[in-house]
């Protein structure tokens, strides 16, 4: 450090100074004095701004303001103002000028002071000074005397305090600048926040630390401990289940009929390390082996495939500071939905974290505090991870995320970080790790090229043709052939993939079973968690309650910024769960449940790593139209990880279905089978549903001959049908018995999602849509006709400027007399034909209409009950489902097309004006909204749709894909919705 210039450790390219060498996070029952809670605190605008005798023990901050330690200063004062500063975002832009080591000098410093006790018999002079998290350097006075500085944000960061640490009275003063050095290296897609995040304390200091071995023996189920101890005195270890009492902690101690830990069976055992002083440490041991076999993933010997997602630590409220009830949310939500794997992105989680993923049980790719994707768009010019100058920052931080987290057995991968292009400071940290911890694999994407430090070849959205060509080793070829035979013999991970942003992903299902049919693929990790948008309120036309929304990117006045691009996860920023944790719980199911109707039988096969699937209880459900006709319980022997058991369907189940065959009610008749958690788990209760399969065995009779059609008669302004109305100038349907309604006319825009709007590789598809003009398309009536057996109503819809089109026929029909129920049916077939060379797929190919009203009640018999689109359905069930209008709208950060009912046989919309009712021709995708999909593509923000008192009804042939453009591949050919000539009918009726 440049004693001339007591800040120079801010721009300093090392990590800090009068740290003391990182170490495990542990317990101890050695005394501890927290000092989370209020301090007091002053923001400064920079260097030249400071409180020159701040850390004075006899300063006066009484004038000062009080925070709370852990926090982000930037978050403080929401939902309304913040109050320090502001929020923001980018993804890969740093948000100063790009001059490495250098950064603003109008750098927000954030000045914190905090009196506190030590009691009497306090060990003061074995005391550390521990932070676990401070963004992004710091440094640290005592009672007037500096301990040292320190940089690495998410990382623990202790220093020697027992030379200031002083009975009584005692005061701290951090000084914490939101811009510095390392900030070029923590450059990791998120919201740039700043402070004391995670929490600070005082604490006795014994057993400095250790390093717990283990490793089990597939093959005779024997398990080896060692403990690596670094202590002044000498310390036995115990661990009571294994006969091991006071013994060397160094052992090598060999253990037979050892239960290894597994994401599936999480054992741990209980132990204990005593020292000679009276120190007791607690220890949770896992038995578990990471290998590569044949190139491929394994753990105590058995192939695993991960089922998992990129977390970034997040609250709507808090930012990075999280509760360890919020932790444990997360882990609970991920087993309930099937996941077995996290990657922390990017960057080492509180440690409580991993606590949690010991005891429940996921595997963990543990993250280095690493990203410099900011140097990208400058060809990686002068990026850190090739520069020599940055090598101990480099290593300094690999060695705090290897020696806080190597006592967990979560961890079974190493990964150095992310985005960081390549260069001789990553070789040397994964060479450093090999050093270390030879117990591990190691993970870096940013070296696919050629793998050539890393143990596992890893990708980012590639699409599924990529992907398993990865498996047959007909990746592309790297200039070594050394480099290429060693990636080659590598098991294929998906570090991110499914990109989770706004209505989607699309394509999981065909991800996953690419993965599941290729050994050398070892599965992958959607992108991401959750979604990072920040509470905030605001007054909407002239209420006097403000409207709470999630902010994104740009909401705070940010120079650059890259949008809802943070709104990406899998769980709405309040941690409920989108449509897509619901797919990608289905899809990743560990046991898939498959009904053959023609062979009478039931196939249950086992995925999982090595649990037999005896923990689960299966029932049976048949249902005829949606209505339950018979259920029970299924015998189904436990099936071992990796078989499938096939079994015919039981006496109680055939004759439900011949009941339901004898009752002939025309409909479709399902049976369904779940299976659900038999006994409690830690992570959920009796009676979850683990998976489900369903089959169709009844499919219904032929439809019987129409009855003789209605005649259209023309009325002056109006023409009749039947018990319809329809304006004789527009063919439009104004009205059928009772109801008031607008439409059906056709339409094909949508209200874009993400995955329209951007694109990682190529053009948004937003681009070739709003130049053909599918935004502003005119309905164009070119005939009314009246006949003897119905109405034709001939259009085309076509965008000004432009010479395509799409021609469209509606031909209505009526039946003379109303059928057993009572009720006149009115049906509508649709042949819509392409005029002009169509070189752009369509959004949407269906017809719009609307009726009166704010709410409605909305059953339907289809899938079901959430949103599914013809490329993200796998969760959606056929069966009777009911909901409201309010309850089918999907609250993304970003407003656009959601809440989708795909392939709808019949529905049912209930206002208090009447009933409308609609049948597919034999399905049609239904979407009912409180506004209009104008206003959708117009809101930035939930905040900005209000209702205008109008149901808006999509009745859709199809839609385009879903897909994962935003980040990824758009939808593949299958679910491109090409502008062919189509046909398509739906039927509308009313009553009950």
């Not at 926090?71 to 939902?79: D, H, K, N, R, Y």
């Not at 402070?195 to 006795?204: K, L, Q, T």
């Not at 932790?327 to 606590?355: E, G």
């Not at 998976?691 to 065995?697: C, F, I, R, T």
Request: glycine share 10%; proline share 8%.
């Amino acid at each position: 450090m440049n004693g001339l210039d007591p800040h120079a450790y801010v721009e300093d390219l090392s990590p800090g100074t009068g740290r003391l060498r990182p170490r495990a996070a542990f317990t101890t029952d050695l005394p501890t004095i927290t000092l989370d809670g209020d301090w007091s605190f002053r923001l400064a605008s920079g260097l030249d701004d400071l409180t020159g005798d701040f850390a004075a023990p006899d300063f006066d901050d009484t004038a000062w303001d009080l925070l709370a330690v852990p926090s982000c200063w930037q978050m403080t004062g929401l939902p309304g103002e913040p109050r320090y500063g502001a929020p923001a975002y980018t993804n890969i832009l740093y948000p100063f000028p790009v001059d490495p080591p250098r950064v603003p000098r109008e750098n927000p410093t954030g000045e914190y002071r905090r009196a506190f006790d030590v009691p009497d018999g306090f060990p003061a002079s074995a005391a550390v000074l521990r932070f676990e998290g401070v963004d992004s350097a710091f440094a640290v006075w005592l009672n007037g005397i500096r301990l040292g500085d320190g940089k690495g944000s998410r990382l623990t960061t202790e220093f020697d305090a027992s030379a200031a640490l002083r009975p009584g009275r005692n005061v701290l003063a951090v000084r914490v600048h939101q811009w510095s050095s390392g900030s070029y290296l923590e450059d990791q897609d998120m919201w740039w926040l700043s402070g004391i995040f995670r929490s600070v304390s005082v604490a006795a200091r014994g057993v400095e630390d250790f390093f717990v071995h283990t490793a089990y023996d597939h093959t005779t189920r024997q398990g080896t401990l060692a403990v690596d101890v670094t202590a002044p005195t000498r310390v036995s270890l115990s661990v009571p289940e294994l006969g091991i009492s006071a013994a060397d902690p160094a052992g090598p101690h060999v253990i037979d009929g050892i239960e290894p830990w597994s994401d599936e069976r999480p054992r741990l055992y209980t132990g204990e390390l005593v020292s000679e002083a009276g120190e007791r440490i607690p220890l949770r041991i896992g038995f578990r082996t990471v290998a590569v076999v044949d190139g491929v993933l394994t753990v105590n010997g058995r192939p695993i495939s991960l089922r998992g997602v990129n977390r970034h630590e997040w609250h709507p409220l808090t930012g990075r500071t999280l509760t360890e009830d919020t932790m444990l949310t997360d882990v609970l939500l991920m087993k309930q939905h099937n996941i077995n794997a996290v990657r922390t992105s990017h960057y080492p989680p509180d440690h409580r974290f991993l606590d949690l993923c010991d005891e429940h049980g996921l595997w963990v790719f543990c993250e280095g505090d690493l990203e410099t994707h900011g140097f990208e768009p400058g060809g990686w010019r002068r990026n850190p991870s090739d520069d020599p100058a940055w090598r101990e920052a480099y290593l300094d931080r690999t060695a705090r995320l290897v020696e806080r987290d190597k006592n967990h057995p979560s961890v079974v991968v190493w990964s150095l970080g992310n985005e960081s292009g390549t260069g001789v400071n990553l070789a040397a940290a994964a060479a450093w790790i090999r050093w270390r911890d030879d117990s591990r694999l190691i993970h870096y994407e940013g070296d696919f090229a050629s793998c050539a430090y890393v143990d596992l070849y890893s990708r980012m959205y590639i699409g599924v043709d990529e992907l398993a060509a990865v498996d047959r080793g007909q990746e592309a070829p790297t200039a070594d052939p050394a480099d290429d035979a060693h990636r080659r013999a590598l098991p294929a991970v998906l570090c991110e993939y499914g990109h989770a942003m706004g209505t989607g992903p699309g394509g999981l299902s065909e991800y996953q079973q690419v993965i599941e049919a290729h050994p050398r693929l070892a599965g992958g990790f959607i992108w991401e968690w959750i979604d990072h948008g920040i509470t905030r309120t605001a007054p909407i036309n002239g209420q006097e309650e403000p409207r709470s929304y999630y902010a994104y990117g740009g909401d705070f006045g940010e120079e650059i910024h890259d949008g809802n691009f943070v709104a990406d996860g899998l769980l709405f920023p309040d941690r409920t769960p989108s449509p897509g944790l619901v797919e990608y719980k289905k899809v990743i199911e560990p046991v898939r449940i498959h009904i053959d109707p023609a062979a009478g039988q039931i196939s249950v096969r086992n995925l999982h790593h090595v649990r037999d699937s005896g923990y689960l209880d299966c029932r049976w459900t048949v249902e005829d139209g949606g209505e339950p006709v018979g259920s029970g319980g299924l015998s189904v022997p436990a099936t071992a990880a990796g078989a499938t058991t096939t079994l015919a369907w039981p006496a109680e189940v055939t004759a439900a279905l011949d009941a339901a065959r004898k009752n002939d009610s025309g409909d479709q008749v399902w049976l369904t089978v779940t299976a659900v958690l038999a006994a409690d788990e830690t992570w959920a209760g009796a009676g979850h549903e683990i998976a489900w399969g369903q089959g169709l065995v009844v499919a219904p009779a032929a439809s019987p001959a129409p009855a003789p059609p209605a005649p259209a008669i023309a009325h002056g302004g109006y023409v009749a049908l039947g018990p319809a109305r329809f304006d004789a100038r527009t063919g439009v349907l104004t009205r059928l018995g009772d109801l008031e309604l607008d439409g059906p006319m056709l339409d094909v825009w949508r209200a874009p999602i993400d995955n329209d709007l951007l694109s990682a590789f190529g053009e948004a598809q937003i681009g070739p849509w709003l130049a053909a003009g599918l935004d502003r398309m005119r309905h164009d009536v070119l005939g009314v006709e009246p006949d003897a057996s119905g109405l034709t109503v001939t259009a085309r819809l076509a965008a000004a400027g432009s010479s395509c089109g799409l021609g469209v026929v509606y031909r209505w029909t009526a039946c003379d007399t109303p059928d057993a129920a009572g009720r006149t049916r009115l049906r509508l077939d649709a042949v819509v034909t392409p005029d002009g060379p169509w070189s752009v797929p369509l959004p949407r190919l269906g017809v719009a209409m609307s009726l009166p009203g704010t709410d409605a009640e909305v059953e339907w018999f289809g899938p079901g009950p959430g949103e599914a689109y013809r490329d993200s359905r796998a969760a959606a069930r056929v069966g009777r489902h009911l909901s409201t209008v309010s309850a089918m709208q999907i609250p993304q950060v970003r407003p656009q097309e959601n809440g989708n009912r795909h392939q709808v046989r019949r529905a049912r919309i209930t206002t208090p004006d009447g009933t409308l009712l609609i049948s597919g021709d034999p399905v049609i995708d239904l979407t009912v909204r409180p506004w209009s999909t104008e206003a959708l593509t117009a809101a930035s923000h939930q905040h900005d749709l209000v209702r205008d008192g109008t149901l808006h009804l999509h009745l859709d042939h199809a839609h385009h894909g879903l897909g994962s453009a935003a980040c990824g591949p758009g939808p593949t050919a299958p679910h491109v919705l090409a502008a062919v000539t189509t046909a398509f009918g739906v039927e509308f009726g009313t009553g009950r």
